[in-house]
C-alpha cells in the first residue's frame, strides 16, 4: 500500500509540474527551432484593385445579446477594415436583446462612415442562445466561401481579412486564429495569464494546428461547418477542432489582432469561469479522437494542453494528500510543504489582492482561482450535464 501511494503521489507530482513547466519549456524549445513565417498581405490602402476580385468571399456574423455599451464602436470598427465591400457581408444577429441594441445598431449604420459596408441587422423576437443561432445561420450563408465569427466587444485590426485570405490561399488550412488582447485587465495574475496563454497558443501551433479559438474573432471555410450539439458550451474551442479533425489546419497569426474591451467583472468571473471549466471536460468527450497518434502534433497537444487541464484539479489534490501522508520521506516533506506554502499564498492573495499585490502573489491567486472552478466546473458537468442557454456573463 505504501508503494502504490509513493507511485501514485509521485506520478501526480511529475504530472503537475509536467502541465505547469515541462510543457512550456518544450513547446518554447521546439518553436525556437521551427520558426513560422508570417504573412505579408497585399496593401489595398482602402483602394480598389484587380487582385480584389481572388479575394474570398467572407460573411461575418456578430452574435449580439444586450450589447447597448459596444455595438456602435463595434460596428464603426467593421466598417473601417480594409476589405473590399463587393466581397464582404457582415450579419448582426440579434438574439432577442431586451436592451436598446437593435435601436443602435439600425443607427449606427446609418452613419457616413458604415455607408460602403453591407450590414445585415436581424432581430430575432426570441433569444434562443448563441449555438442555436450559429446553427441556424452558418448554413444560410454557407454560398460564402469564409465565415467569420465574433464577438461585439472585440475590436479587429483593420487589416485583419486581408490577412486571413491570404492564409486560405492555401488548401491544408481550414481555420484562421487572431492574437487576442485585454484593452484593461483586472489584475497582474489575469494580465500574465492572457500574456501566457497568447505565448502557449502561438507555441502549440508550429507543432501541428492552433488548439481552439476565441469568440473574439476567429475565421473558417464554410464548407466544413458540423452542427454543433445543442448542448455545447465552448462552441468557439469545438467548432474549429471539428474542422480540424477533418484533416485541416487551424493557423495562429500574431499579425491579426482582436482587442478586448470589456473587462472582467469579479463578481462574475469566476462563474464565467466554472462555465468554461465544465466546457473543457465536455471538448474532452467530444474530440477524445485528436489524442489518436494520427493527428501527430495536435494529438500531442490537445493532450498536454486541454487534456492535462482539465484533469489538473485531481492531480493536484492526490499530489497534496500523498505528499502529506507521506510526510516521513524527506523529498515528499519538501513537496507537502511547498504546495501548502504555494496554495495558502494563492489563496489569500485571491482574498485580500490589496494587502498582496505582489505580481507573483496575484498570478498564484488567478492560477488557484482558474483550478478551483476547474474542479467544479468539471464536476458539475459530470454529475448535472447541464443545458447551457446564452447567459450575458462579461469577459
Known amino acids: 500500500m505504501n508503494l502504490f501511494l509513493i ?7 511529475g504530472i503537475v509540474i ?3 513547466a515541462l510543457y512550456p519549456m518544450l513547446l518554447r524549445w521546439f518553436a525556437s527551432r521551427h520558426p513560422v513565417k508570417g504573412i505579408e498581405p497585399t496593401c489595398r490602402n482602402f483602394a480598389e484593385s484587380k487582385k480584389d476580385r481572388t ?3 467572407i460573411t461575418m456574423i456578430i452574435p449580439a445579446y444586450n450589447e447597448a455599451q459596444w455595438i456602435a464602436e463595434k ?3 467593421l466598417s473601417c477594415l480594409d476589405y473590399p465591400s463587393s466581397k464582404l457581408k457582415i450579419i448582426i444577429a440579434c438574439d432577442g436583446c431586451t436592451d436598446d441594441t437593435v435601436t443602435i445598431a439600425y443607427n449606427t449604420i446609418q452613419e457616413a462612415l458604415c455607408a460602403d459596408t453591407h450590414f445585415e441587422i436581424l432581430d430575432f423576437e ?3 442562445g448563441k449555438v442555436a443561432l450559429l446553427n441556424q445561420l452558418i448554413p444560410q450563408y454557407q454560398s460564402s466561401d469564409i465565415i467569420a465569427l465574433s464577438d461585439v466587444s472585440a475590436l479587429l485590426s483593420y487589416d485583419a481579412l486581408l490577412i486571413a485570405a491570404k492564409h486560405f490561399e492555401n488548401k491544408n488550412v481550414g481555420v484562421v486564429n487572431p492574437t487576442y488582447h485585454l484593452l484593461a485587465p483586472s489584475s497582474e495574475g489575469e494580465k500574465k495569464y492572457w500574456e501566457y496563454q497568447t505565448s502557449i497558443k502561438q507555441q502549440e501551433a508550429t507543432l501541428g494546428s492552433s488548439l481552439g479559438s476565441h469568440g473574439a474573432f476567429y475565421l473558417f471555410r464554410s464548407e466544413l461547418f458540423i452542427h454543433l450539439e445543442s448542448d455545447t458550451i465552448n462552441d468557439d474551442f469545438i467548432l474549429p477542432m471539428m474542422i480540424v479533425k477533418q484533416g485541416y489546419q487551424a493557423v495562429y497569426d500574431p499579425s491579426i489582432l482582436a482587442l478586448e474591451l470589456e473587462h ?3 463578481e462574475e468571473d469566476f462563474s464565467r469561469r466554472l462555465r468554461i471549466s465544465a466546457g473543457n471536460v465536455q471538448q474532452l468527450f467530444r474530440l477524445i479522437t485528436l489524442f489518436n497518434p494520427k493527428y501527430k502534433g495536435t494529438a500531442f497537444t490537445f493532450f498536454s494542453g486541454k487534456g492535462l487541464r482539465a484533469m489538473m484539479p485531481y492531480f493536484m489534490l492526490i499530489a497534496y494528500v500523498g505528499s502529506a501522508c507521506l510526510l516521513s520521506n524527506y523529498l515528499f516533506l519538501i513537496a507537502f510543504i511547498g504546495q501548502t506554502l504555494g496554495y495558502c499564498i494563492g489563496i489569500i492573495s485571491l482574498f485580500f489582492p490589496t494587502l498582496f499585490s505582489n505580481k507573483y502573489c496575484q498570478i498564484l491567486a488567478y492560477l488557484v482561482s482558474g483550478h478551483m472552478a476547474n474542479l467544479l466546473g468539471g464536476l458539475n458537468y459530470i454529475f448535472k450535464k447541464p443545458t447551457v442557454p446564452w447567459t450575458r456573463v462579461q469577459k
Open 126 to 128: 426570441h433569444n434562443q
Open 264 to 266: 472582467v467583472v469579479q
Open 7 to 13: 507511485i501514485i503521489t509521485s506520478l501526480s507530482i
Open 75 to 77: 460596428i464603426r470598427n
Open 55 to 57: 479575394l474570398p468571399l
Open 18 to 20: 509536467y502541465h505547469h
